[in-house]
């Protein structure tokens, strides 16, 4: 088993940071995919970002790609979600993912992940 807690979400304006963060415990950190999904009201969740095992493999959804930076720290055991330009359409609830088996491009599909946080609220004002 493993469990995620987020942290980090918040209300800020447009074009402002955040910084998400998940901790993760109960497996080696290292040896599961971690990502973000998001998921706005009266929408369906979407994938966000994953980062690899090691931390040298990155994938976005398109509409983050230069805005959002995924990172990893094997060490402490958290992942990162740094998040920049921040739009109002990026309101949504925030939650990370963990996989045992699946690669970055698997885990973007969500569909069977097989660990997930319990989200944090990210609300950017216009």
């Known amino acids: 088993q493993v469990q995620l807690v987020e942290s980090g979400g918040g209300l800020v304006q447009a074009g402002g940071s955040l910084r998400l963060s998940c901790a993760a415990s109960?497996?080696?950190?290292?040896?599961?995919?971690m990502g973000w999904f998001r998921q706005a009201p009266g929408k369906e969740r979407e994938f966000v970002a994953a980062v690899s095992r090691s931390g040298s493999s990155t994938f976005y959804a398109d509409f983050v790609k230069g805005r959002f930076t995924i990172s990893r720290d094997n060490a402490k055991n958290t992942v990162y979600l740094q998040m920049n330009s921040l739009k109002p359409e990026d309101t949504a609830v925030y939650y990370c993912a963990a996989d045992k088996t699946r690669g970055t491009a698997g885990l973007s599909r969500g569909s069977a992940i097989d660990y997930w946080g319990q989200g944090t609220q990210v609300t950017v004002s216009s």
């Open positions: 109960g497996r080696t950190f290292s040896d599961i995919t």
